[in-house]
């Protein structure tokens, strides 16, 4: 079976976007996450954390499904030869100590790592659009 270059950069590009669609996902819930975040640390009690963690939680599952869609956009540059290292951290997001001892300093914590992930989901986004401007080139 001959090698087919315009197939294999397709089949990378359309990797791309699947991670990309999941990092936007992330972000769009990291963005909400944030916001709860500061409503909770400037007192908005249990029922703001909840919503809080409900879209941290959905974030996480999102930031999987992009370190799940990076590995195989990956995979995809390695059949095109462009070896790329694509990866994100997705940590803990202090979620037993948000909900057991609430208070401002937590509040500030949590906030601190959403910030955090929302960058490293930035970066992550940055790098696909730039491997993939760069796939459509070859």
């Known amino acids: 079976m001959a090698y087919d270059l315009e197939k294999e ?3 990378a590009i359309d ?3 699947r991670a990309l669609r999941s990092l936007s996902e992330a972000k769009e819930n990291l963005n909400s ?3 709860w975040g500061i409503v909770d640390m400037l007192g908005g009690g249990f029922f703001t954390t909840m919503m809080k963690r409900s879209k941290m939680d959905q974030a996480q599952s999102n930031m999987d499904q992009a370190k799940y869609d990076l590995k195989n956009f990956s995979k995809e540059l390695r059949d095109v030869s462009m070896n790329c290292d694509l990866n ?3 940590g803990s997001f202090l979620s037993f100590a948000d909900y057991f001892f609430d ?7 949590v906030q601190d790592k959403i910030n955090k992930a929302k960058d490293q989901v930035s970066e992550a986004i940055r790098q696909v659009e730039r491997v993939m401007d760069h796939l459509r080139t070859i």
């Open 9 to 11: 950069k397709q089949e």
């Open 15 to 17: 990797a791309g976007y």
């Open 33 to 35: 996450a944030g916001n």
């Open 88 to 90: 994100i951290e997705v």
């Open 103 to 109: 208070g401002f300093f937590v509040d500030w914590m």
